[in-house]
């Protein structure tokens, strides 16, 4: 029998530039300013998807280089994130606007984890 398929741990960082139009030269040229906005974006093969952070909250590369490290990142860490009081506001303003936008996709969020934890799903 044939070894299951497994996805490869390969990050891959973004950092956010941002650009404008710098000044005319004499000659009638005009080059872009670029600069860092100093967020930071990590992807992975696996899934991982940090969102644009600060580059001082960016994971560090063995980190994220280590599979198991993975799911913490994604199931607490992110769950921490979102209990954290600092967070409460913008974490209530995203699932209000989700609510409004898309009112489906919350409550399929609730069926799930309802049928993961063995519970009968519920009326949203």
Request: a negative charge; glycine letters at 8%.
């Amino acid at each position: 029998m044939p070894e299951p398929w497994t996805l490869d741990h390969k990050v891959t960082w973004f950092v956010q530039i941002r650009t404008r139009p710098g000044p005319v030269e004499d000659n009638g040229d005009r080059w872009a300013e670029n600069e860092h906005t100093g967020l930071m974006l990590a992807v992975c093969n696996c899934g991982l998807n940090t969102g644009w952070i600060g580059r001082d909250q960016m994971p560090t590369h063995e980190t994220l280089a280590d599979g198991e490290q993975h799911a913490a990142l994604t199931a607490q860490g992110w769950g921490r994130a979102l209990r954290d009081p600092v967070n409460r506001e913008a974490v209530a303003v995203a699932l209000r606007t989700e609510a409004r936008v898309n009112p489906e996709w919350i409550r399929d969020i609730i069926r799930r984890e309802q049928r993961l934890n063995g519970g009968e799903p519920y009326r949203v």
